[in-house]
């Protein structure tokens, strides 16, 4: 992931000023049309940071901080998905497309000298979410060639490239993201070369200092230098939320494991009990860098990216739909009411506060987004989960995409047609799947 870069904090003057005669967004947690307009309202205000579609730019480009792109995409691919809202599809299909670079595998040649495993793997996530919620493209591999044996008996290292500081690390987002992306695409194919790497990755997790699974406490990262023995136990609710993804993922692949709702259930409930305090009335906290008010960009998303995360944990885990739901609807409601700044809605990062803190930018808008599109759930049912390659996923998986990175091999694009809710007109979806199958799994330290 991309260093943290500064951000503009408004103090407790602006805060004076606006926060008493602001807009609001009047959330009636239980009407769906209520919750349509508030995700509206905060998608427009984030698509504001977007201008990849203007004469002259590039699509999908975040030049300091190209991760966050994955970030804006996913927030638009639930969106489109869960409300219905085509507006910004043009802009989701383009950027996707774009961005995914020369070889489908989202290691744009721009970018690709200073990119993080985390970082291609969240772009990996918005393909994956993509072929799942039926728009199109998709993404894999090249990251199981990284799976690093020097030390630590595997793991992914937090970097790519020797040069880069996080080299020497292994971290639970890029683990924990590859583990999701696996399981994700185990399900999706039903080929079980991906569930062997989940597996794999999961396994590797247990027996590392990352994932303890009888405390359930996910650490951020742990060092090569002493071969993984000591942890860095910073605490982020991402960490938490990708490896409970892609636990109910394995869930739903294995058709309802004993092993893997266990895991889901113990990962859940530490992430509600660290991350949704009851001293703060329940709601959602970043509890790191939110009292502090220390929350570089990347940190403002991850309540996003975990609110999404647990919605699709409801659906693809029956039994935790009604632990899951009241979570979501407290910090929505919460957090609409954080949505009051400079008179436009602008949203705040500390939901808990139930006012504007005087926070802004394209970070608050996406985690606001995502909580409030998590929230549809309710009412568009549970028919609305990911869909598997066999349920009504119209993909094809393209077994070399991403196997050569300095080729200059063009990729089938896919035809996504606006207004494309049902699935019809979608036409290839890329996975940089079948790597295994080609190059044999040995190769791999399998
Ligand atoms: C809301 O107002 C702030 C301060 O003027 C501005 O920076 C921001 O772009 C505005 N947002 C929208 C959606 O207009
Ligand atoms: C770019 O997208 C925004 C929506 O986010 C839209 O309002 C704007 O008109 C688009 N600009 C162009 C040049 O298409
Ligand atoms: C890379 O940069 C070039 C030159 O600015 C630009 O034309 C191209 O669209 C960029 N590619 C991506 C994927 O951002
Ligand atoms: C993971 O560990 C379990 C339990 O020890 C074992 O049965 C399984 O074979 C391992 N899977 C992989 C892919 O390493
Ligand atoms: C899990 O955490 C507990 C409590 O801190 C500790 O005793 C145990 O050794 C840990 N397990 C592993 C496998 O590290
Ligand atoms: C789950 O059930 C489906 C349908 O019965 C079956 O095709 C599939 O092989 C099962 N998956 C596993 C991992 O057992
Ligand atoms: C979805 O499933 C959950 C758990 O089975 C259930 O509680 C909920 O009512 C369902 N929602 C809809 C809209 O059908
Ligand atoms: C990758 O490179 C190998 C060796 O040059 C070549 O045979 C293969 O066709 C390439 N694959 C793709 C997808 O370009
Ligand atoms: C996708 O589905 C549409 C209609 O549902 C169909 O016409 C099309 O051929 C399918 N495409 C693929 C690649 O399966």
Not at 296 to 306: I, P, Q, S, T
């Amino acid at each position: 992931m991309y260093l943290p870069v500064g951000r503009i904090v408004a103090g407790g003057l602006i805060f004076l000023l606006f926060a008493s005669r602001a807009a609001a967004i009047d959330l009636i947690i239980d009407d769906e049309q209520s919750l349509r307009d508030a995700a509206s309202t905060t998608t427009f205000a984030m698509m504001t940071y977007y201008h990849g579609n203007e004469t002259g730019q590039i699509p999908g480009a975040f030049p300091s901080k190209w991760w966050e792109g994955s970030a804006l995409f996913l927030a638009l691919l639930h969106y489109w998905h869960f409300t219905g809202d085509t507006t910004y599809n043009n802009e989701l299909r383009v950027g996707l497309e774009w961005q995914s670079g020369k070889n489908g595998d989202y290691m744009p040649s721009n970018y690709s000298s200073y990119l993080g495993n985390d970082d291609q793997m969240f772009w990996g996530l918005a393909a994956m979410t993509a072929a799942e919620l039926k728009f199109g493209d998709g993404v894999f591999n090249t990251q199981i060639k990284r799976w690093d044996t020097t030390a630590c008996n595997g793991g992914m290292r937090w970097q790519i490239w020797p040069y880069q500081s996080g080299y020497t690390l292994k971290n639970s987002i890029s683990n924990g993201g590859l583990f999701q992306l696996a399981a994700r695409l185990a399900r999706y194919t039903n080929e079980p070369i991906y569930a062997t790497w989940a597996n794999k990755i999961w396994n590797w997790s247990l027996s590392s200092p990352l994932l303890n699974s009888s405390t359930w406490n996910v650490a951020d990262s742990t060092n090569m230098g002493d071969n993984c023995a000591t942890q860095g136990n910073t605490q982020w609710s991402y960490n938490y939320g990708t490896y409970m993804m892609g636990a109910a993922y394995m869930y739903s692949y294995t058709n309802g494991s004993a092993q893997w709702l266990t895991a889901v259930d113990g990962l859940m409930n530490k992430l509600f009990e660290e991350f949704f305090p009851s001293s703060n009335g329940g709601i959602f906290e970043e509890v790191t860098c939110e009292p502090s008010e220390q929350c570089n960009n990347n940190e403002v998303l991850f309540k996003g990216l975990v609110s999404t995360w647990l919605s699709f944990t409801a659906l693809l885990v029956p039994s935790t739909y009604d632990k899951i739901l009241p979570k979501l609807q407290t910090s929505a409601v919460a957090a609409a009411k954080s949505c009051t700044g400079h008179n436009n809605n602008t949203c705040g990062v500390r939901w808990y506060q139930s006012q504007y803190d005087g926070w802004i930018g394209m970070e608050e808008q996406i985690s606001a987004t995502d909580l409030f599109v998590a929230n549809m759930i309710r009412f568009t049912g549970n028919s609305t989960g990911p869909v598997t390659a066999t349920t009504g996923g119209n993909s094809t998986s393209n077994p070399t995409a991403g196997e050569n990175d300095t080729s200059t091999a063009s990729i089938p694009v896919s035809a996504i047609t606006t207004g494309d809710r049902a699935g019809a007109g979608i036409l290839t979806v890329l996975f940089t799947a079948g790597w295994f199958g080609l190059m044999g799994f040995t190769v791999l330290g399998g």
